[in-house]
C-alpha cells in the first residue's frame, strides 16, 4: 500500500499552459505539504495544510494554488506555467502529535514537472 | 538565521569501505534532527531520528548517526556500504518558528565505486 501517492510521476507541458498534481495520503495524518526541488537538489517548502487549512505558505508567485479537498488529499494547481518552474514537487504529510513528533513528515515519490 | 549545512556536496566511496555524512545545525535549543535518503528517482525516505536520550541513534538500512551538541553535529555514519546505498542524503531540522516546517540541508550526494 503507497502511503503518500501522487499523479502524475511525469508531466511535460509548453509555456502558459495551466497543470495540477494531485497527492493523496492514506496514513490518516493531519498535515499535508507541497515542496519544490530544484536541479541542484535542494528543497524547499511552498506550502501547507492542517486540516484543510492552509498554514505556510511561503513566497511563491500566486500562480500556484493548492487546494485540500479533505485532510487525505492536497492538488497543486500552477497556472500560467514558466520554464522556471520545471523541477520535482514533491508532496509530505505527518502527523500531529505533541512535541516535535509532528516535523517527522512522509513523502510521495515525486511528480518531474519539464516546461518547454 | 536558523540553518542546517552540508559541507561534501560530493562523496565517493568504495563498496564495502565506512562511510560519514557530515550535519552541522543553527539551533538555539535541542534539535530534533532527521537524516533523509533520496534514491534516483525516487522520494525521500526517512533513515532515522534524534529526539533526545542517547546520542547515537539507529536507523534503517544500517545506517546510524550521533548527535554532538558541543560540535553542532548530526553525522550519519555506515561502517560498510553497499553500492545501493548510491543516493543523495539529506539532514534536516525544525524550524525554529514551529508550523511543523523543516529547514534542510542542501543535500550531499553519495556514489559508490564496486
Known amino acids: 500500500d503507497t502511503a503518500v501517492s501522487q499523479t502524475p510521476k511525469y508531466l511535460v507541458t509548453q509555456m502558459g499552459n495551466d497543470k495540477s498534481i494531485k497527492c493523496e495520503q492514506n496514513l490518516g495524518h493531519d498535515t499535508m505539504y507541497w515542496y519544490k526541488q530544484d536541479s541542484k537538489k535542494f528543497l524547499k517548502i511552498m506550502f501547507s495544510y492542517n486540516n484543510k487549512e492552509l498554514i505556510i505558505n511561503e513566497t511563491v508567485p500566486n500562480r500556484f494554488s493548492p487546494k485540500s479537498p479533505d485532510k487525505a488529499h492536497l492538488n497543486l494547481h500552477i497556472n500560467s506555467l514558466e520554464l522556471g518552474d520545471s523541477a520535482v514537487y514533491f508532496c509530505?504529510?505527518?502527523?500531529?502529535?505533541?512535541?516535535?513528533?509532528?516535523?517527522?513528515?512522509?513523502f510521495g515519490p515525486g511528480t518531474r514537472l519539464t516546461v518547454t | 538565521a536558523q540553518s542546517v549545512t552540508q559541507p561534501d556536496i560530493h562523496i565517493t566511496v568504495s563498496e564495502g569501505a565506512s562511510l560519514e555524512l557530515r550535519c552541522n545545525y543553527s539551533?538555539?535549543?535541542?534539535?530534533?534532527l532527521f537524516w533523509y535518503v533520496q534514491s534516483p528517482g525516487q522520494g525521500l525516505q526517512l533513515l532515522l531520528k534524534?529526539?533526545?536520550?542517547?546520542?547515537l541513534v539507529q536507523g534503517i538500512k544500517g545506517f546510524e548517526a550521533e548527535f554532538k551538541r558541543s560540535q553542532s553535529s548530526f553525522n550519519l555514519r555506515k561502517p560498510s556500504v553497499h553500492w545501493s546505498d548510491a543516493a543523495e542524503y539529506f539532514c534536516a531540522a525544525p524550524f525554529s518558528g514551529g508550523y511543523n516546517k523543516l529547514i534542510f540541508g542542501a543535500g550531499t550526494r553519495l556514489a559508490v565505486h564496486p
Open positions: 539551533y538555539g535549543a535541542t534539535p530534533y
Open positions: 509530505a504529510s505527518s502527523q500531529d502529535e505533541p512535541g516535535w513528533g509532528s516535523y517527522e513528515q512522509y
Open positions: 534524534y529526539f533526545s536520550g542517547d546520542t
